[in-house]
């Protein structure tokens, strides 16, 4: 099966940026559409961005729409997640996930199928 490692998280200042990347290995070439969801404290899973397999296509939450921009490369098996203009109401983990094999573009967190660790993001005031 496909296996998802986050990385890039970290501690970050009001107003800056951060890149997450998703790595994927394993059994990788199933057309799954993948995405970023995000759990801050206390809170439901939020979708946060999703991308169609080929990339062409996103989808982003009105919380981060002109925040984030999020790009995968197939050839290298990753997901980034560019997130700029950062305020505290993104502190959260962060988790990379990918949907079934049949490369439906997903919008909603419950639709994702495989899932990451996790990254830990932290904005300060």
């Known amino acids: 099966q496909v296996q998802l490692v986050e990385s890039g998280g970290g501690l970050v200042q009001a107003g800056g940026s951060l890149r997450l990347s998703c790595l994927a290995s394993g059994r990788t070439s199933s057309n799954r559409a993948m995405g970023w969801v995000r759990q801050g404290p206390g809170k439901e899973r939020e979708f946060v961005a999703g991308i169609s397999w080929r990339g062409s296509i996103t989808f982003y939450a009105d919380s981060v729409k002109g925040r984030f921009t999020l790009s995968r490369d197939n050839g290298k098996n990753t997901m980034y997640l560019q997130m700029n203009s950062l305020t505290a109401d993104d502190t959260a983990v962060y988790y990379c996930?990918?949907?079934?094999?049949?490369?439906?573009?997903?919008?909603?967190?419950?639709?994702?199928?495989?899932w990451g660790q996790g990254t830990q993001v932290t904005v300060s005031s």
């Open positions: 996930a990918a949907g079934p094999t049949s490369g439906r573009m997903i919008t909603t967190a419950k639709d994702y199928s495989v």
